[in-house]
């Protein structure tokens, strides 16, 4: 029996279902809680963040290239949406959102989203790092009920101030939204590590805000809680015509661009970890990134935030056993029947105890970890990278730190293109011919990454698959960390990947590459 139309975008079974239907509840818990946290953090009202994620489970869900990878807001753009807001107002917003979304839609169809993988490690690591600082710096004003001011630098300057004045005498409010925002990420931080196995399904997040609300409720705490408008669905309207004029303005331009292009290397960079995570379809980068761009599209139509694949809820949902996209479906369907149903309760949420939640998001994203991992494997220069954006992200803005890293990394690989260019090849081993084997030669740098990943995912499956380095000359971190995932892919699927030839660093460079995933 041929699978109609409706069941090829969300095929349903009992089977599936089973496993869906409570991976979507999970999913929903986790994300009703960061999706207001997000949108406040990016200064408009939480129903928008709440917004975006309906569209990115009833609509990205079904066209998704990533079946078990969730869309929604993301904390990597609440820098760029707080200060496009603060400067040219919430309106411009939609009109911009939808140029970006054309954007990604049309880079789908030039079949691009491979290229996006090409980005260094190095680079969007240093990215995450930098808003994971922003976002901490804002958030530390948020939990005691102030305002962020408009820049990283100011905020951090500001704390002193802000400190000083939530220890004043007349200032019991403020400290009362501190206690709601340490109890936040107090009760966050320990479910996460202490919590039982047959709750280990529980979000953390989720555990948090209802420890900070219960506490200002049961203590009477006059506390800035999140306002709900009376009808929010009500009150989405469409872009007015002076606001789609002024798209052609160069500064309007350069947003769409910036929010195109750092929310589909999120998008494709979540998507490609979340494939490590399971065994199932793998991504199709392409489609993927025509998704991102519809979904896009109609949040600046209706009013919502940018959407991203979002590591965090796609995480949750794997580990909650989805098998299809139904999960990513339903978990939209369950926060529009919330916001319809029992929009009241988000009125009793304190805006310490969302911030609380992005203190601890922020931090996880300006890990140190990532530098540590980058030295261990990559040296001082690829740790130079990530510490220079992280830094000018921070200092500058968003899109300088990215450049700069770009910057950085090209002139990281001019020595080694001066060793060759990279040359592929797909055979037999020589004493073996049922053994398939990749030959490289040349340098291998971030510039054939789509080549490579193209000829390594022609290997087959099953038994073992040789990479062949002897006459490669160099390799960069990126090319290797792309084969690292590969062989995880492979191992996953029971394909041994051995590497022969060469010597010295450069071959214990692949062959730790190759070894680290099929350990686990």
Same mark, same amino acid.
């Given at each position: ?105 049309? =880079? ?17 690591? =240093? ?23 408009? %820049? ?40 996460? !590590? ?87 379809? !793998? ?6 990134? %025509? ?64 911030? =609380? ?54 002139? /990281? ?34 510039? /054939? ?8 995912? !022609? ?47 450069? /071959? ?13």
């Amino acid at each position: 029996m041929r699978a109609g139309p409706m069941q090829r975008f969300l095929p349903l079974s009992r089977e599936t279902l089973a496993r869906d239907l409570p991976a979507s509840f999970v999913v929903f818990l986790v994300a009703l809680p960061l999706c207001m946290g997000i949108a406040i953090a990016s200064g408009v009202p939480p129903e928008r963040g709440l917004i975006t994620g309906i569209i990115g489970g009833l609509v990205v869900g079904l066209l998704a290239g990533s079946p078990l990878q969730v869309s929604g807001p993301a904390a990597g753009l609440a820098v760029i949406v707080f200060e496009f807001v603060r400067l040219h107002g919430l309106a411009m917003l939609g009109p911009v959102l939808v140029l970006a979304g054309l954007l990604q839609i049309a =880079g789908g169809l030039l079949r691009v989203g491979g290229w996006f993988r090409a980005i260094s490690p190095a680079v969007v690591h =240093g990215m995450l790092a930098g808003i994971g600082v922003l976002i901490v710096l804002a958030q530390l004003h948020v939990l005691t009920d102030a305002a962020p001011k408009a %820049g990283g630098l100011d905020n951090l300057i500001a704390i002193p101030r802000a400190f000083f004045d939530v220890m004043s005498v007349d200032q019991s409010g403020s400290l009362a939204a501190v206690a709601v925002g340490l109890t936040t990420i107090a009760a966050m931080v320990g479910w996460e !590590r202490f919590r039982p196995a047959r709750l280990k399904l529980l979000p953390g997040a989720l555990v948090g805000v209802l420890a900070g609300t219960g506490l200002a409720i049961l203590g009477g705490l006059a506390v800035k809680r999140v306002e709900v408008p009376d009808s929010i669905l009500g009150g989405l309207a469409l872009p007015v015509a002076g606001d789609w004029a002024r798209l052609a303005e160069p500064t309007m331009i350069v947003a769409a661009l910036t929010l195109a292009v750092i929310a589909s290397a999120e998008s494709l960079l979540s998507a490609a970890a979340v494939d490590r995570m399971h065994d199932g379809p !793998r991504t199709a980068y392409n489609r993927e990134l %025509g998704a991102q761009g519809a979904g896009n599209i109609l949040c600046g139509l209706v009013g919502g935030l940018p959407m991203t694949g979002v590591i965090v809820r796609s995480s949750a949902n794997v580990q909650a056993g989805a098998a299809t996209r139904a999960s990513t479906v339903l978990h939209g369907a369950w926060i529009l029947a919330f916001l319809v149903a029992l929009p009241w309760v988000l009125t009793l949420v304190p805006t310490a105890a969302l911030a =609380g939640i992005l203190v601890v998001t922020g931090w996880r994203l300006a890990s140190p970890a990532h530098a540590l991992h980058l030295h261990a494997r990559y040296g001082l220069a690829t740790v130079g990278i990530w510490l220079a954006t992280m830094v000018l992200v921070v200092t500058m803005d968003l899109l300088t730190g990215v450049l700069t890293g770009l910057v950085l990394s090209l002139l /990281q690989v001019v020595p080694a293109l001066r060793k060759g260019t990279l040359r592929i090849e797909n055979a037999a081993a020589p004493e073996r011919a049922d053994v398939p084997e990749v030959r490289l030669s040349g340098a291998a740098t971030f510039l /054939q990454l789509p080549h490579l990943n193209a000829a390594l995912e !022609r290997t087959p499956a099953g038994g073992a698959v040789r990479l062949s380095a002897n006459d490669l000359k160099d390799i960069d971190h990126t090319c290797l960390e792309m084969i690292g995932d590969w062989a995880s892919r492979k191992a996953a699927s029971g394909t041994r990947v051995e590497v022969v030839g060469g010597s010295g660093a450069l /071959q214990d460079k692949l062959a730790a590459a190759v070894a680290a995933p099929q350990k686990d």
